[in-house]
């Protein structure tokens, strides 16, 4: 006998996509025995206890339903179905579902077929899983490695894929998550999709799955408490009234193990199906509701949870109130759906606020700090620096400590990360604007083929080329006197702005920083142009400037650019 899904597709079939095996001592898997399969062994960790069900079979929707929705860019509808179908956790939909959900999120080139073994081969030396066990980037949080009823296999395959992970994202620096995302991902699909939808989530900048620092952390919790005091007010002030001061507040730093680590696997699968689809505001919707239920069943009449077990406990209280909670999968989401006036816009208010308020609170508390002589503390760390010696085409180490030492202190706070280079996005002026407007402040590199490095350090947005004054028209220049030009072979030298001493009577010609159109890019002014590049981004030319007093940043003035390199610089935990 060959067991079936109640989609008629052998669990044989199903196992081959996954790469991990359920724990034969899980509640699970004993459960199984009645199926007298061989195949059983070989099959991932489902809520198998929904095979012998019995009952009309709901009519859900198919996968082809949903990618057909997703294919004709219907998120809305899209959204709907994945809230109201609920698909059985032994469902093999999610191994063609929750790819195809992953990967509408994914930025950047495609990664193509074998793309991970390679990454595989070139961290561990090998495709074969070690029989040690593999040492977790310092991002992860050991206490929250939660497996999920994965085998010893099935763990080393999530530490593998978290490591490569680590590898391929420097940036990286606090993802309690992150982990526990990938061993779920685990339990439907191979190593390798596994890998490719985690790479899509941690990837977007325009809606938040997974944070990546602890700011950004402790933005989701604190935006969690905000929400709540609103909208699930009676729960919070309950809480509130059984352990007042900060104590209650402190609750609120575990909200996302309530759900990871509370909820029961079919919950929580369930949740995932709209997380993937939708982002982190499913999680906090998610958190409120349980906050509701707690609510609702701590004070009912004939409830079994003393006022005093609660508040002698009240940092266990509400994940075990999900271990056991007392309504099903889609009673869940319903309540979580339900709650009125929680809109995207007003999440991303409150999310934005807070992240400015922490980043100016850390930025007074850290400001005695950045004026202290430089250390290794400021240094970038040996993985961004290794990040950096893989992807530059002329930045040796030696090189990047140098421009380190010249860099504005509070910016060797960051790391840095390169966000354009020609080797790799092409010689166009447009796919710079595209991968660099946005960001401040950029580092621009410049390697002529006469093999001459020099470059700018750029205080402001190249976005600010598209601002108008108020006559409504394009200003020809932008920046402030934090730019400054450097040079790196065969001189090594740093043009600082000639106004840094505090000489302002030096005139207009003196602020001409920064300047871009679709045509070209300048940096410095008056009396020539200290770096000018063309809409090819082949060709320049470099001439003393009144900006910056600089002589020509190589020997002719004009130059033919081999790699144009552009970086820019992220948070560091």
């Known amino acids: 006998m060959v067991a079936k899904t109640p989609e008629g597709i052998s669990l044989e079939n199903l196992s081959k996509r996954a790469s991990v ?11 199984l025995q009645n199926l007298h399969t061989a195949e059983i062994s070989k099959c991932t960790c489902f809520d198998f206890r929904l095979l012998t ?7 859900l929707k198919t996968f082809q339903d949903v990618q057909s929705l997703i294919q004709q860019g219907k998120k809305r509808e899209a959204k709907l179905v994945l809230r109201e179908n609920s698909w059985p956790t032994n469902s093999p939909i999610r191994s063609q579902l929750w790819p195809a959900l992953c990967s509408q999120h994914h930025v950047g080139k495609t990664m193509l077929d074998g793309f991970y073994w390679d990454m595989v081969n070139q961290v561990f030396g090998t495709t074969e899983l070690p029989e040690k066990p593999i040492m977790l980037p310092p991002f992860v949080d050991s206490t929250h490695c939660l497996p999920y009823h994965l085998t010893r296999k099935g763990r080393a395959v999530a530490d593998r894929v978290v490591s490569v992970l680590g590898y391929a994202c420097p940036d990286i620096t606090y993802s309690p998550t992150l982990y526990p995302i990938t061993a779920i991902l685990l339990h439907f699909m191979s190593e390798e999709e596994c890998y490719h939808c985690m790479a899509s989530l941690v990837a977007p900048k325009d809606k938040v799955f997974i944070t990546q620092t602890k700011l950004l952390y402790e933005v989701t919790w604190k935006t969690v408490m905000q929400i709540a005091k609103k909208h699930a007010k009676s729960a919070v002030l309950y809480l509130t009234r059984l352990c007042p001061g900060q104590k209650s507040e402190r609750i609120f730093m575990d ?3 309530w759900i990871m680590g509370g909820l029961p696997f079919p919950h929580l699968v369930r949740v995932m199906d709209c997380f993937f689809h939708e982002g982190i505001k499913v999680l906090y919707r998610v958190s409120l509701a349980i906050l509701i239920l707690f609510h ?37 989401l319903r309540t979580a759906f339900s ?20 980043k100016s609170k850390s930025v007074l508390s850290g400001s005695k700090q950045m004026v202290r002589s430089r250390s290794s503390d400021n240094l970038p760390t040996s993985q961004s620096q290794v990040n950096v010696q ?3 085409h002329t930045l040796t180490i030696r090189e990047l400590f140098t421009l380190w030492s010249w860099l504005p202190v509070r910016i060797t706070m960051y790391q840095p990360v390169l966000l354009y280079t020609t080797e790799e996005h092409g010689c166009s002026l447009t796919t710079f604007y595209v991968r660099v407007e946005q960001h401040e402040p950029t ?65 207009h010609a003196s602020e001409l ?51 144009l390199e552009v970086y820019g610089f992220v948070e560091r935990e």
């Not at 709650?339 to 922490?358: C, D, G, N, P």
């Not at 871009?516 to 142009?529: F, L, N, P």
Request: glycine fraction near 8%; charged fraction near 25%; charge should be neutral.
């Open 21 to 31: 095996y359920i724990d034969p001592d899980c509640d699970l898997y004993l459960e």
């Open 53 to 59: 069900s019995t009952g009309k079979k709901p009519n």
């Open 255 to 257: 909200w996302c193990w």
């Open 296 to 332: 609702k069943h701590a004070t009912a009449t004939n409830s079994d949870w003393d006022p005093d077990t609660i508040k002698n406990d009240i940092d266990n209280a509400l994940p075990r109130f999900c271990k056991n909670i007392p309504v099903s999968p889609t009673k869940l």
């Open 339 to 358: 709650i009125r006036a929680l809109s995207s816009t007003y999440i991303s208010r409150i999310f934005l606020k807070t992240e400015m308020v922490l």
């Open 390 to 392: 893989m992807m530059s």
């Open 443 to 507: 580092l621009l590199m410049i390697k002529t083929c006469n093999n001459e490095v020099f470059g700018a350090y750029c205080s402001t947005r190249w976005y600010e080329r598209n601002l108008k004054d108020e006559r409504g028209q394009r200003q020809a220049y932008f920046g402030t006197g934090e730019t400054f030009l450097f040079s790196l072979y065969p001189e090594r030298a740093k043009y600082p702005w000639v106004g840094i001493e505090g000489d302002k009577g030096l005139g």
């Open 513 to 563: 920083f920064m300047a871009a159109d679709s045509k070209m890019i300048t940096i410095g002014g008056g009396e020539g142009q200290a770096i000018w590049m063309d809409e090819n981004i082949r060709f320049g030319k470099t001439d003393r400037c009144q900006t910056f007093n600089n002589p020509p940043l190589c020997v002719s003035g004009d130059f033919e650019i081999r790699v």
